[in-house]
Structures are given as C-alpha cells and as structure tokens.
C-alpha cells in the first residue's frame, strides 16, 4: 500500500475537515492534539508511515526528509510547532497570522477574514494567482519559498532561513549527466511505488522522457486528452497514441468537455490563490478513476519540465513593474487597472530591492518564475493526490534542476538535449510525418455544456470597478443565450493554440478575451470573500 500525506491544517480552536475528501477518494483523516493546538492531517494509506520520527512527518512522496525535494515537514512537541518548505515552495502553504491557524488549504484559513489587502488583490488581478506571501486578504498569507512558520507559546512567526539564494554549479552540465540524474531519481523511486504507474502524456518532451525512463514498462498507464474540436485528432492524442505504439505501453484517450461543472471542487482546493482554471484537469482524473476503479495506483508527473530544459526564456527585469514578466501568465489573468484599491507596490518594490542582483542571472530567473507560479501550477500535482493517484517528479528535484539549466546553452536551443535522447531511443516524433491539429478549441467546447456561475456585482462591487463588472457580464450573456457561435471572432480566437505565444511575442494586449478571464479569477476571489463573510458572522 502506498502512503502520503497529502494535506495539514494546524490550529488553535478545532475546525471541522469532514469535508477534505473532495472527490471522494476514500482519504483518511487524523488528528493529534498539543497543549495549544490542534493538527490534522490526511492522505491515503497508513499514515504513521509517513512520520519520519515519532513528533516528526513529511508531506514528500516517496517519503524523504530533504527539501531539496517535493515536500513540507512538521515537528510538534506540546509546547512548538514548525512548519518547513521546500526551496521551490512546490506545496503552498497558507497561514493566518492573527487567528494561528496554518493550511495547505486557503479556505480553511479565512476563519471570517473579509479585510481585503490592496496589494494582495491588485497582483492577484496582474498575475491570475497570488504572488509574494500575499493573498487577496489582509490577514492570511502564504509560506514564501525555503522558509520556515513557528508556533512557539502560542505565537506565530516565520524564519526567511536561506532567502532562497541559489548556487549553481560552476561548470556546464553535460547531458548525459542530466539524463542520468534523472534515470537514478526514476528508477530508484519506481521501485519503492507499488502497482502501475500512471504517466499523464501530452506527447510533449516531458512526459515522453517519462515514459522512456520509467524501466518497466508493463507498470506503465498513460493517458491523454484532447484540445482541439475532433480530440482524436488533436496534437496530444496523435503523439502520445504513438509513443504508446513504439514502447509498447498501455495508453488510452480521455474526452473532456464538461468540466466547468467541477469549479466548486476546484474552488475548495484552491481558494483565491489562484483563478478557476484547472477544472478539466478534475474532469481527467474522474474519469481514470472511473476506469481503474479502486486500484491504489501512483502518478509520475512531467510538471513544469520544460521550464529547466530551455524551452522558457525570462527577459531581464529591471524594476517592480517588469515582475509580471516573471509570471508567465499567457494573459489568464485580469488587470489590477480595473480594481478601485490604491495602487500598492510594497511588496514588490522590495522584492526586487532583495533580488535585484541575482536576477541578472537568467538561469535564476528561470528559477524565480516558477517560484512564484507554483501556487497556480501545484494543481497537476495535488488534484491528483486528491483523487488518490499518489504524485511524485524528478522536476522538483533541486539537484535535477540546477544540473538542466546548468546545460550549455547550444544544448539547450530548441531543447537539442533532450532530441538527441529522442532520437536515440527512436522517439523522434518531430521527424515522423504525423497527421495532426494544433487547433485549442477546449476552453471553447466546454461553454457548450456548463460555465461558470456570472458574478454577483454587489460582493465585488467595492473592490472593482462598475464598468469592468459590466463588460463581463455583457460577454457572459451572450454565452449563456448561445450568441456566441463558432462564426464569431471572439469565439474563434479562443480557440487558437498558437495565439497566445504570437500575441505574447508581439506585445498584444489580447482585450477580447480578458471578460473571459477576469470572469474566472474575480469569481474565484467573489466565493472566497462571500465563504470568509458567512463564517464571520458564526
């Protein structure tokens, strides 16, 4: 049996968590009562297995004790608590300073907060997800990378540690020693799993590395979706289809299409930390769980590998108002233009007064990127710990990351390492003529079947300006009444792969969609402001 915990909450008075088994996976929750506070935690398996000594436990899977990895650790006695994270930050953690209580689920850390923090919300309006330690709320916040929150006498407080500096290797990497790094990470894991392994394959460079490095092929279970109108068409399904062909591995395609009906299970795990955006991700994983019913299977994600391996590029920031260049937001975002709350830059301000230095380095800005989207991007590993597919990745592995980017950078233009790899292993499907659409028409097809409740302009109102609020429910009608049709421009645009890398490129502000988007992450703040308010008034 494979054991994780997967998810904590730490607090003074006792909370009611009978509802964190969210896709009713069969997940198991403890408590452990101190002299000042209460700890829950939960996951699958046997969760005592998951303590690394008897006041001392990991949220890391395989279990280790290093943060150079995936992973939180807690250690309690009756009279302090600490809480400590990993250097990337890859399991947020949420806290409340003024009512003790810390989570890895924002929800539960509201406990009637309604005070709205100008900074907190204008960057979550800039970025789509919160950015900084900051929230949309005054009084919760989040665990800043390779840092520290402690509990002592009923106190809380948090120890910066390292400041999240980096030292990368003062020579080149070669990639050889990447690819090795990486079948070490693998295979000594694979080992400690039990049962098949599940591999999510777009048919990108990631999750092909996967699937070649995972050593015993028969254990291997990938699955992929669609993203265009016919998805067995679509550039995921065609490739992925084919790596299976080659290696001879058990794949199967997933058609999604209604998933904006999952928002509320979204919601729950996410809060406002980020916009409602994954939800055809809980339509994936409902329907595997449906095919491997209750078989205690674990997954091995390609998360954010692409980020080292050359693919992204972060140009040079100079100043607080380059931070959204950082963010990688491919405008899923809205605009803090749009908010009424004063233009608050504090946060930020000093963020590049403290890394002013060490961002001249692209490799550490690469490094800063995915810091600070990993709030957002933490959901292709959680929603499938959620759904009892145990998730782990050599991409977060300290080691494993410094070494890629530590790659020449003629091995890392247009990702030569990895193609090289590919060709050996006779996976170099760029070279195949493959028949196949890069069309994204996904986000598109599914407002056919559900949206996305529109907003209630009287909770955002204060916040928000009327004329925003307006413009977005004009786009929202025309949805709902089916007057946008596969005719109109603004539906047509939406479902291009291509047009978010050539609008980024080109410096497009792309306004015909920003309806949709600010619909998506003002909701997203709406229910947790609406869900804080009612626990207030308990």
């Given amino acids: 049996m494979n054991n994780k915990i997967i998810g904590f909450t730490i607090c003074a008075k006792e909370i009611d968590h009978s509802d964190v088994d969210i896709f009713n996976s069969g997940i198991v929750l403890t408590k452990i009562a101190t002299k000042r506070f209460f700890i829950y935690f939960w996951g699958f398996g046997d969760l005592k297995k998951c303590f690394l000594s008897e006041n001392r436990f990991s949220l890391s899977f395989p279990l280790t004790d290093s943060l150079d990895d995936r992973n939180v650790i807690i250690e309690f006695s009756e009279e302090k608590i600490e809480v400590s994270n990993d250097w990337l930050g890859s399991i947020p953690i949420f806290y409340n300073q003024q009512r003790k209580i810390i989570s890895t689920l924002m929800l539960k850390t509201l406990d009637g907060s309604t005070k709205v923090d100008a900074e907190g919300l204008n960057n979550y309006l800039n970025f789509g997800y919160s ?185 040079a920031i100079n100043s607080h108002k380059d931070l959204t260049n950082i963010g990688i937001t491919h405008n899923l975002s809205c605009n803090s233009k749009y908010s009424k709350l004063p233009k608050e830059r504090e946060k930020a301000m000093s963020f590049i007064e403290d890394n ?116 977005i429910d004009k786009v929202y009608d025309r949805i709902i009444e089916g007057k946008i049709t596969e005719n109109d421009l603004w539906y047509k645009l939406l479902k291009k792969k291509f047009i978010y890398g050539l609008a980024t490129r080109l410096k497009i502000n792309m306004n015909f969609l920003k309806p949709y988007y600010c619909l998506l992450t003002l909701k997203a703040f709406e229910l947790s402001f609406k869900l804080s308010k009612e626990d207030d008034k308990k």
């Avoid at 990470?185 to 400690?192: A, D, G, K, R, T």
């Avoid at 979204?266 to 980020?274: A, H, N, P, R, V």
């Avoid at 490799?363 to 959620?386: E, G, H, N, Q």
Wanted: proline content about 4%.
């Fill in 131 to 315: 950015v900084l330690e900051k929230t949309p709320f005054t009084d919760v916040n989040f665990l800043k990378y390779d840092s520290k929150i402690i509990l002592n006498d009923g106190e809380l407080s948090v120890d910066y540690k390292k400041n999240g500096l980096i030292e990368f290797p003062e020579k080149n990497s070669e990639p050889t020693e990447v690819i090795r790094l990486i079948k070490n990470y693998i295979n000594s894991n694979e080992s400690l799993v039990e049962n098949d392994i599940i591999i999510p394959t777009s048919g990108g460079f990631d999750s092909r590395l996967l699937n070649i490095i995972l050593s015993n092929k028969k254990r291997v279970r990938s699955f992929t979706y669609g993203l265009s109108d016919n998805q067995e068409e679509s550039y995921e399904v065609v490739k992925a289809k084919k790596i299976s062909q080659i290696l001879n591995t058990d794949w199967q395609q997933i058609k999604l299409g209604d998933f904006n009906k999952f928002y509320k299970q979204w919601f729950f795990l996410f809060g406002c930390s980020t916009h409602l955006h994954g939800m055809y991700h809980v339509e994936f994983y409902s329907q595997i769980k449906k095919i491997l019913k209750e078989k205690n299977y674990t997954l091995l994600s390609g998360i954010i590998g692409d980020a080292w391996s050359g693919k992204i590029l972060i140009p």
């Fill in 356 to 471: 002013y230095q060490p961002l001249q380095d692209p490799k550490f800005r690469v490094v800063t990127a995915i810091r600070f989207k990993i709030i957002l991007l933490s959901y292709l590993m959680s929603i499938p710990d959620y759904f009892g597919f145990l998730s782990w990745t050599p991409f977060l592995n300290k080691n494993i990351v410094l070494n890629t980017l530590s790659l020449p950078e003629e091995e890392k233009s247009n990702r030569k390492w990895e193609v090289d790899y590919f060709k050996i292993n006779n996976l170099d499907l760029e070279s195949i003529d493959l028949k196949y659409s890069k069309q994204n028409s996904l986000n598109a097809f599914s407002l056919k079947f559900s949206i996305v409740p529109s907003l209630d302009k009287n909770t955002l109102s204060p916040y928000i300006k009327e004329g925003v609020l307006k413009k």
